[in-house]
């Protein structure tokens, strides 16, 4: 019999606050530990929380951002369990009252028959970072420096296939909750934090398999090896016949397998009950309008718009999703123009590549969008050659002076004077018989010799199709 595999996943993220969740300790990573801690955070008794607002704010900012939809009644609850790295002994966190829910990610994926799927997203509920159990040679130490940092829980729903699958979307949403300053997803940091939820069950089967938690993953990578190694592990079990059952597994990346935990607990096992220190959570149509306002244009969308609206390959369209700073400039530059793939060929290649070189931001940068434009119209015209542009561009990159000027005050105008070009042609053939007799004997490189020498000869300023042209014909009378 054959087997599928289902999967969905439970994303943990750091917000990006200021300030922990329920006090005003610092959400700083790198500080010594237990440095960034307080009666508050650390929960000892007759303290009070109260909100983030910020944190409230980017919930549900992430859920507009996954096409959430946003309850006009939320509330917080304790999840109760006893664990080193939790000073309460319970967690503060959204059961069945979340800011948002019921949404969905798309995002590009070749397994897919239109190469984008879509993802489901059951919620993305606010909750409390715990600590951090450090373990030495022969004690183990509790660092609370992350306890009460605003964490966001982004539950998918087990709409995921394979292990592929689950990297890109991994991908995808990070790409979503960077642009939009949710988080920095920083993952040496612990700022997103994944446990992957697993089961197989015959192909074309509707119930799922029983449900195994994988915990332990501190990359994206490691999650797609994580489901490389249990997916074929629960195949082979249930093929010879063994009952799985609902447990929860840790992955060791160093041995490359995933290893037995606990027995799962079920929702019933926390005793979760509302937050009796927490007013619930109701927002306005101001404060939502306000959160809205923030949406900004996502990953997916702007490749598609750069597509679309000017004409280019996937490839290009890439690049200047990936890198903001570097899109805005060409779009600054192409938008009406023309010809804006050649305007792209000049700023991923040779902007980009400038920049790589000297370690400059564009923000500082003496060359302009109008610069680059101008440049893409003179080479265009016909009035400087390729090769000339280049010079001109790292003149105007060092100086800020427009291309016109460059080309004015160093005489680099191309020469398209057919009398000037034949002049030249008739000096190289003389100049190179042997190549000359080699094209006329039906060597059709010989030509490029013969025109490189041309512009050799003309220093870079001769049209290099009139050039080929002049070349050919007077080669072939």
């Not at 265009?380 to 427009?402: H, L, N, P, R, W």
Request: charged letters at 25%; hydrophobic letters at 40%; a negative charge.
């Amino acid at each position: 019999m054959d087997y599928e595999a289902v999967i969905g996943l439970e994303t943990h993220v750091q917000l990006k606050t200021h300030s922990k969740m329920w006090c005003a300790c610092p959400n700083a990573f790198g500080s010594d530990p237990n440095t960034n801690v307080c009666p508050i955070c650390l929960g000892l008794p007759g303290v009070l929380p109260v909100a983030n607002e910020e944190a409230m704010r980017l919930t549900v900012l992430t859920g507009l951002l996954l096409n959430c939809e946003i309850p006009r009644f939320a509330k917080f609850d304790r999840k109760n369990y006893f664990y080193p790295d939790s000073p309460k002994n319970y967690q503060v966190t959204q059961y069945d009252r979340p800011s948002t829910q019921t949404g969905w990610l798309d995002f590009e994926f070749k397994g897919a028959p239109t190469g984008l799927a879509r993802v489901r997203i059951t919620r993305a509920h606010l909750e409390e970072d715990v600590g951090k159990n450090n373990h030495f040679d022969r004690h183990s130490g509790v660092d609370f420096n992350r306890a009460g940092v605003p964490l966001l829980e982004i539950v998918s729903e087990p709409d995921l296939t394979s292990a592929d699958m689950a990297y890109e979307y991994l991908n995808a949403l990070k790409d979503v909750l960077m642009r939009a300053g949710v988080s920095d997803c920083d993952m040496e940091k612990g700022m997103v934090r994944c446990d992957v939820n697993v089961s197989v069950r015959p192909v074309g089967a509707t119930k799922l398999g029983a449900k195994i938690e994988i915990k332990n993953m501190n990359s994206f990578s490691g999650v797609r090896r994580a489901l490389e190694y249990e997916i074929p592990r629960q195949m082979e079990a249930v093929r010879r016949g063994e009952v799985l059952r609902q447990e929860t597994r840790r992955w060791d990346d160093e041995g490359g397998i995933t290893e037995l935990m606990r027995t799962k607990e079920d929702a019933h096992d926390y005793r979760y009950f509302p937050e009796p220190d927490l007013m619930p959570f109701a927002p306005t149509d101001a404060w939502l309008e306000e959160v809205r306002a923030r949406v900004p244009e996502l990953p997916l969308q702007r490749k598609q718009r750069l597509i679309r609206d000017f004409g280019l390959p996937a490839g290009d369209a890439q690049v200047l999703t990936d890198n903001l700073a570097l899109g805005r400039f060409f779009e600054a530059a192409a938008t009406g123009f023309k010809n804006p793939k050649a305007v792209a060929n000049w700023v991923i290649n040779t902007l980009a590549a400038r920049l790589a070189e000297t370690g400059e931001e564009i923000s500082a940068l003496k060359l302009t969008p109008a610069t680059v434009r101008e440049l893409v119209e003179l080479v265009d015209s016909g009035k400087i050659s390729g090769k000339i542009a280049q010079e001109v561009f790292a003149e105007c990159y060092a100086s800020g002076a427009t291309p016109s000027s460059v080309v004015e005050s160093k005489g680099l105008s191309q020469v398209s004077d057919s009398g000037a070009i034949e002049a030249l042609a008739d000096q190289v053939i003389a100049a190179n018989p042997g190549p000359a007799a080699d094209f006329k004997a039906g060597k059709v490189a010989a030509l490029n010799f013969l025109k490189g020498q041309l512009m050799k000869l003309s220093k870079g300023k001769a049209n290099p199709g009139m050039a080929g042209e002049v070349l050919e014909r007077k080669l072939r009378a």
